[in-house]
């Protein structure tokens, strides 16, 4: 039987798109279609989307979504069913999903973020006729309250729909003064731990991961990281009591975006038989910005440019980097300290060092196609995309020990490149001589040209398909549906 999906989530490709929950979420679609799920995603009706719709039809209409009017449009994309929330009091609105054009958090997220949940729960629960579904399935804090809305305000007739949450990122909470708990139009009995409740505020993610029926996250290495209070930030409790309801499912990647012999963001195309064919990329991107050839690796950077990445230890260890024969492509945006410093770094090494403040997704392609080395130092990493984009472009990646990157790469130890399995770096600690040592490791086994090409194609050859991601959460599901096949 053809299991209902919701998947209600703030961003999507190819229609918005500021991190990796948009990849991910445009991808589950197509990808669990082979396992039998139709899955129809839910997103804001921001202008970008809304005008990417083109004439869609009115499938329901809001008189009042948490005091706004709002409408739901259908429409379809990549061949798959969407539902966009045309309610221009909270998306109509320039700038960002989440902020002004300056980057600044709108003050009424909360408030934008509950009227989506909840129409996402009238949507489950039957409120829109010709629109029925066995499962609803929130991404991140901005769709966490779903399982909320449905827990408190259940469906007619009595069927409780039941829910996951997926975590891509628990640095990001949706927590709120408890003064907006009146407005969310929960019940009272919402009011408390086992509701909505979290250290005194409104806690979004705290909510879904309390209420939701299963919880996952995207590696397996950041299901276990996330019982420590480092990396559960304030909710591991929570992830420790329901320990028997939390799944690390590793992200896949869309091969229709993102394949070397395909991708027309490319000067030249390739397969792994075909390294050679990546040099005119490089050429292209020592153009681009503005980089001195040389013997040693282009390193290069796609990345938010935050804490979080560790690009202040990057910073710091770009003098090294230079000094041992390194260049450095970098695209990013993010801290606006940071990206002050990365500008500085390119005045200060013309040639060596080449930065691009911004989002633009066809030269993050360029990048990885003509890189030899991608950097992700993350303090923590859920799962990681740009390191999986790497291996799959034979741009190595050079990484911290954990969560996704702990999962994805194998680390060119002795006995990794003695069995001739390893994939890329990794270091086990976020600091300048950790990152400085995983750079030096990387400039020297560039430098064994038959070493590098053989870690190049075991990175290309490596599966980081959704198959088996697909079939994990068909089957968390069908568990949950009761659908076991
Ligand atoms: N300046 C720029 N220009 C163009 N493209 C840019 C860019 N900066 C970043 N990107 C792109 O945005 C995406 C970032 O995805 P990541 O998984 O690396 O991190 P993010 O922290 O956003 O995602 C969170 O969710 C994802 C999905 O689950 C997890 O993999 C991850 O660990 C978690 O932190 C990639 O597709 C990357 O190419």
């Not at 009011?191 to 806690?203: M, N, R």
């Not at 276990?224 to 480092?230: F, T």
């Not at 991708?263 to 390739?270: E, F």
């Amino acid at each position: 039987m053809t299991l209902k999906v919701l998947s209600v989530a703030s961003e999507a490709v190819p229609l918005v798109k500021t991190g990796g929950l948009a990849d991910v979420a445009g991808a589950l679609p197509t990808a669990l279609a082979e396992h039998g799920v139709e899955m129809t995603t839910l997103v804001p009706g921001y202008p970008s989307v809304i005008a990417r719709l083109g004439k869609a039809k009115a499938v329901h209409k809001w008189a009042s979504l948490l005091g706004e009017p709002a409408r739901l449009l259908s429409g379809r994309v990549g061949g798959q069913p969407l539902l966009v929330l045309d309610a221009p009091a909270y998306f109509d609105r320039p700038g960002g999903p989440y902020g002004d054009a300056k980057g600044q958090d709108w003050d009424d997220n909360w408030r934008r973020f509950g009227a989506f949940a909840r129409a996402a729960a009238d949507i489950a629960g039957g409120a829109v006729k010709g629109c029925s579904f066995d499962l609803v399935h929130a991404h991140d804090w901005q769709a966490a309250m779903t399982p909320a809305y449905l827990h408190f305000a259940p469906a007619k007739g009595g069927r409780r729909m039941p829910s996951v949450i997926t975590i891509h990122n628990m640095a990001f909470q949706g927590f709120a003064d408890a003064a907006i708990f009146p407005r969310l139009g929960l019940p009272q009995a919402a009011w408390s731990v086992d509701g909505v409740e979290s250290y005194g505020g409104v806690g979004f993610l705290k909510a879904g991961m309390h209420l939701a029926d299963a919880i996952t996250t995207v590696s397996p290495t950041y299901a276990q990281e996330i019982r420590s209070p480092a990396f559960g930030m304030g909710l591991e409790g929570i992830v420790l009591a329901r320990s028997d309801r939390v799944h690390g499912i590793l992200n896949g990647i869309d091969p229709a975006e993102w394949s070397p012999m395909t991708d027309p963001h490319l000067a030249a195309t390739y397969g792994p038989g075909q390294l050679a064919r990546r040099k005119a990329n490089k050429r292209a991107l020592e153009k681009e910005f503005g980089l001195a050839k040389g013997e040693g690796p282009l390193f290069i950077v796609v990345s938010r440019l935050t804490w979080q990445k560790g690009m202040d230890v990057l910073l710091d260890v770009l003098p090294h980097l230079v000094g041992i024969g390194g260049r450095l492509a970098l695209l990013g945006s993010g801290d606006a300290e940071l990206e002050r410093g990365f500008r500085a770094a390119a005045a200060l090494y013309p040639g060596r060092v080449g930065v691009r403040i911004g989002y633009d997704e066809a030269l993050s392609h360029r990048l990885q196609g003509g890189g030899d080395a991608i950097l992700v130092p993350s303090r923590f990493e859920p799962c990681g995309l740009t390191q999986l984009y790497g291996l799959a472009y034979g741009c190595v990646p050079v990484v911290s020990r954990t969560g996704g990157l702990a999962d994805t790469v194998i680390d060119a130890n002795p006995a990794a490149l003695a069995a001739g399995v390893a994939t890329g770096i990794q270091m086990n600690a976020v600091d300048q001589p950790a990152l400085a040592a995983a750079v030096s490791r990387a400039v020297d086994l560039y430098a064994r040209p038959g070493e590098w090409r053989r870690l190049q194609k075991n990175g290309m050859k490596a599966d980081f398909s959704w198959r088996a991601s697909g079939a994990a959460y068909a089957a968390l599901y069908r568990k949950l549906t009761g659908d076991v096949r």
